[in-house]
């Protein structure tokens, strides 16, 4: 955060952070590199211009989810849940979304941490796990993984503690969990790889790491759909289906069927084909058979943004 903000924020301590549709008159303007930011007599604060804010990033993903469907999916904006909707039921999903998660005004990302993978999505000892760990050092610094707003930026006392939420442009948010020590506010904009937190150990947790979740509408889906940790590439477009949301024993999601999970003992590493399936992507296919996305692009003579047609054979080897 910079430095006017570190300013602002020791000038009005103790303030909160506005709850959506509780509006007065303000008392005060303090002019920061961020924007103006209003304050108001109940102690809470705004950015000017949030007043009509909604919480709608995505318009037209939001219709095609809400308005212009049966599903009636809320993207509620609350900078005091973690949780805003638990109705968003993804398992009414009947149809597969296609979602640009980079586009031409917000093309731009960055890993939130660059660290090996500690943990995976998926079950956990026979718990869920809904994002990935990434191992860190206390103190080291968290970045934000695509451009946004803060929806949320305090301790959480049931398990994430000190966490940051990201409402992305593409309708995705996106945790940040861990933290030693938050370094942005509830309602501040964000661009990809600025810095958001220091890594650290609160919460339920047992020793200093980055617990990464990706959500789409309150759902989480396995980070590494997205992101190739690996690689420090961003899949740059997302097939959105009810299967995606499933954890299951490998972090790869087989699209044979909107409700199945495969397992990576059942993938032929031998094989030299592969038949697409419905829902099936690039990123998905190179996920499953230990390859990468450029090489599939380059075995095929295809670009990474190409939809695959169900039947199209994909050369593998």
């Not at 929806?151 to 049931?158: G, L, M, S």
């Not at 047992?206 to 759902?219: A, I």
């Amino acid at each position: 955060m910079k430095t006017t903000v570190f300013i602002l924020l020791a000038l009005i301590s103790g303030l909160e952070s506005f709850a959506q549709d509780t509006f007065f008159d303000p008392i005060d303007t303090i002019e920061t590199a961020s924007g103006t930011i209003l304050i108001y007599g109940d102690r809470t604060w705004a950015y000017l211009g949030e007043e009509d804010f909604e919480g709608i990033m995505n318009e037209h993903l939001h219709e095609l989810v809400c308005l212009d469907s049966t599903y009636g999916y809320k993207s509620i904006w609350s900078n005091d849940d973690v949780i805003t909707c638990t109705t968003n039921d993804v398992s009414l999903l009947k149809d597969t979304l296609w979602m640009c998660v980079l586009d031409s005004l917000h093309g731009a990302y960055a890993m939130p941490f660059d660290g090996p993978m500690t943990s995976k999505y998926g079950y956990r000892r026979g718990r869920r796990h809904n994002g990935v760990d990434i191992d860190l050092e206390t103190g080291d610094t968290i970045y934000a993984a695509f451009d946004g707003k803060i929806r949320y930026a305090q301790y959480h006392d049931n398990g994430f503690g000190n966490l940051v939420v990201i409402r992305h442009y593409n309708g995705l948010e996106t945790y940040y969990a861990h933290c030693s020590k938050l370094l942005v506010a509830p309602n501040q904009e964000v661009k990809a790889g600025d810095p958001i937190g220091l890594g650290g150990n609160t919460g339920h947790s047992t020793g200093s790491h980055l617990h990464f979740e990706v959500r789409f509408y309150d759902n989480p889906i396995d980070p590494e759909l997205i992101f190739d940790f690996q690689e420090k590439l961003v899949q740059d477009n997302l097939f959105v289906h009810s299967g995606v949301f499933q954890p299951g024993s490998s972090s790869t999601v087989s699209s044979s069927s909107s409700s199945s999970i495969s397992s990576s003992s059942a993938v032929d590493r031998d094989a030299r084909t592969y038949k697409v399936r419905s829902g099936d992507s690039l990123w998905i296919i190179a996920n499953r058979y230990g390859t990468t996305v450029s090489n599939l692009c380059k075995l095929n003579g295809l670009k990474e943004t190409d939809v695959l047609q169900i039947g199209q054979v994909i050369r593998l080897k």
